[in-house]
């Protein structure tokens, strides 16, 4: 469960003019399903990815997931939950350019034991890159680095998944794929997807619209958040 309680974050603190990016947040996101995020360009959502993954620090209040406060981790614990229960999906796909696909996946796991390549690689075929696994990032298109990126995320079985903007770099075919697979995962994750095309939001459980920093309404569309 992430619970995010009373939460600001201000830009530009002690300064003439300040920036709101986060406003009295307030919002609690559990279960294994899809969460949108959608609003206009600068409007914060992308800000309240990161303090919910612990990438950025609130100005004031609080975030916890499983009643742990993520401000209060040292940077080895926070790290270490992460690793161990985050995924991470962003617009830029962060992959390491000497190293194959098949090696960029199994970063997260820091092995190469055969277990390890036959997971990586049956997430690669699932997203239908399999074919790709002995490439280098430069030699692939954006939607395949994109993918590359996705098989990442997923390849410690994390139990919350953060994607900001990850269908960016995809036409509308490749980028229904994408979220066709991720609704299959969602099974067995809690998956926050920033975005601010609707139309890859099909199958979610709930969307959060955010504008000016501010959450303005919350649509359960099969649930109640």
Same mark, same amino acid.
């Given at each position: 469960? !992430? &619970?995010?309680? @009373?939460?600001? $974050?201000?830009?530009?603190?002690g300064k003439e003019v300040?920036?709101?990016? !986060? &406003?009295?947040? @307030?919002?609690? $996101?559990?279960?294994?399903?899809?969460?949108?995020?959608?609003?206009?360009s600068?409007?914060?959502?992308?800000?309240? $990815?990161?303090?919910?993954?612990?990438l950025k620090i609130p100005t004031?209040?609080?975030?916890?997931?499983?009643?742990?406060d993520l401000s209060k981790l040292t940077p080895k614990k926070a790290a270490e939950?992460?690793?161990?229960?985050?995924g991470?999906?962003?617009?830029?796909?962060?992959?390491?350019?000497?190293?194959?696909v098949l090696e960029n996946v199994l970063t997260p796991i820091?092995?190469?034991?055969?277990?390890?390549?036959?997971?990586a690689l049956n997430l690669l075929e699932r997203l239908k890159i399999g074919h790709l696994a002995n490439k280098k990032p430069f030699q692939l298109s954006g939607g395949q680095r994109q993918r590359v990126a996705i098989a990442r995320a997923l390849i410690n079985d994390p139990k919350v998944i953060f994607a900001d903007e990850l269908t960016a770099a995809l036409d509308h075919k490749s980028a229904k794929e994408v979220m066709d697979f991720l609704d299959e995962y969602k099974r067995k994750a809690l998956i926050i997807?920033?975005?601010?095309?609707?139309?890859?939001?099909?199958?979610?459980?709930?969307?959060?619209?955010?504008?000016?920093?501010?959450?303005?309404?919350?649509?359960?569309?099969k649930g109640v958040v």
């Open positions: 469960m !992430l &619970k995010i309680d @009373n939460t600001n $974050l201000i830009y530009d603190i300040q920036t709101y990016a !986060l &406003k009295n947040i @307030n919002l609690t $996101l559990e279960g294994n399903r899809m969460i949108g995020v959608m609003g206009p600068g409007s914060g959502k992308s800000s309240l $990815l990161y303090v919910m993954a612990g004031s209040g609080t975030i916890t997931y499983n009643n742990t939950l992460r690793l161990k229960d985050f991470f999906i962003f617009q830029r796909h962060f992959l390491i350019d000497y190293m194959t820091n092995s190469d034991s055969m277990e390890g390549k036959l997971k997807v920033v975005t601010h095309d609707p139309s890859i939001l099909e199958n979610a459980d709930d969307i959060v619209n955010i504008r000016d920093g501010v959450i303005v309404t919350v649509d359960s569309l």
